[in-house]
T-cell receptor
């Protein structure tokens, strides 16, 4: 099946550091990629939607200058948490979509997530 | 706006028994999709099953079946013959209209007891 690779799986860094998380679709071209944030024992919260070659669309309340998204190609999207602070600590998950016509198989293919801890 | 409601924060089931996880949805769209994902403690999201709004048959995938009652706007997940490895969070998810965005319920934490 389709595979999405997310790297790194875990990051621990000091406050003020910028952290980049990569999301790659390994065996398909993703029409759209999504970034989610998940707090402990809560559901996934969509942060932004990105399409290759265009600016990401951020959900209400998400700081676009804090969470920079670059969708460089049909197989790679990156999320950079700029000047991270302890409140940015969370579980971040990316997903990739191949398009609605393939939803019966799986609507979005998820990466394994990144646990970000800011000290 | 779409909304997914999962009213069971936690469920317990004995190994080898069946369990039903409840999900109701609210949408005004005629075309929509309903999905269930499993999230073990390790964090990855595992796709389980899909039901399209126009599908007349309930979806089944191995031990998973989706009890789709369109008039009631419910899409309950039934897991038969529970296994210890089924212990996880389960999310009911929807998408509708022309959007590829997914709307997640709050999730149900399933614990399978030996």
């Amino acid at each position: 099946g389709a595979v999405v690779s997310q790297h790194p799986s875990r990051v621990i860094c000091k406050s003020g550091t910028s952290v980049k998380i990569e999301c790659r679709s390994l065996d398909f071209q993703a029409t759209t990629m999504f970034w989610y944030r998940q707090f402990p024992k809560q559901s996934l919260m969509l942060m932004a939607t990105s399409n290759e070659g265009s600016k990401a669309t951020y959900e209400q309340g998400v700081e676009k200058d804090k969470f920079l998204i670059n969708h460089a190609s049909l197989t790679l999207s990156t999320l950079t948490v700029t000047s991270a602070h302890p409140e940015d600590s969370s579980f971040y998950i990316c997903s990739a979509s191949r398009g609605r016509e393939l939803w019966s198989n799986q609507p979005q293919h998820f990466g394994d997530g990144t646990r970000l801890s800011i000290l | 706006a779409q909304k997914i409601t999962q009213t069971q924060p936690g469920m317990f089931v004995q190994e080898k028994e069946a369990v039903t996880l409840d999900c109701t949805y609210d949408t005004s769209d005629q075309s929509y999709g309903l999905f269930w994902y499993k999230q073990p403690s390790s964090g990855e999201m595992i796709f389980l099953i899909y039901q399209g709004s126009y599908d007349e048959q309930n979806a089944t995938e191995g031990r998973y079946s989706l009890n789709f009652q369109k008039a009631r706007k419910s899409a309950n997940l039934v897991i038969s013959a529970s296994q210890l490895g089924d212990s996880a969070m389960y999310f009911c998810v929807s998408s509708s209209g022309g959007s590829e965005k997914l709307v997640f319920g709050k999730g149900t934490k399933l614990t399978v007891n030996p």
